[in-house]
């Protein structure tokens, strides 16, 4: 499913124009990465998960073509937990 059909079926579950619904996903996205840029840390949405962030450490990593030890650097990255609601609508 692109953006494209997921503002459509907003749209017509909704009864909302699609102009509408594309802006309400727009704002939605735009404020889980407000949130996760900033202090706040997390944005959890029942029924389908929870997006976070979190630090990963500086390791040491091997190239694969020449076999040769790097350094991979410490850093942040974002993460998402399904709610039980969202893995049991998965499983049928």
Not at 4 to 29: F, N, P, Y
Not at 38 to 66: C, H, W, Y
Request: charged share 25%; aromatic share 2%; net charge positive.
């Amino acid at each position: 499913m692109t953006k494209a059909d997921l503002v459509s079926r907003m749209a017509k579950d909704a009864g909302i124009s699609q102009k509408a619904a594309d802006a309400a996903l727009t704002a939605i996205v735009g404020a889980i990465h407000q949130v996760l840029k900033g202090s706040e840390g997390q944005v959890r949405i029942a029924d389908l998960g929870t997006f976070k962030t979190s630090k990963r450490s500086a390791r040491i990593g091997v190239n694969p073509r020449s076999g040769a030890k790097i350094t991979i650097p410490a850093t942040v990255v974002p993460t998402f937990s399904a709610a039980k609601a969202l893995k049991d609508s998965a499983k049928g």
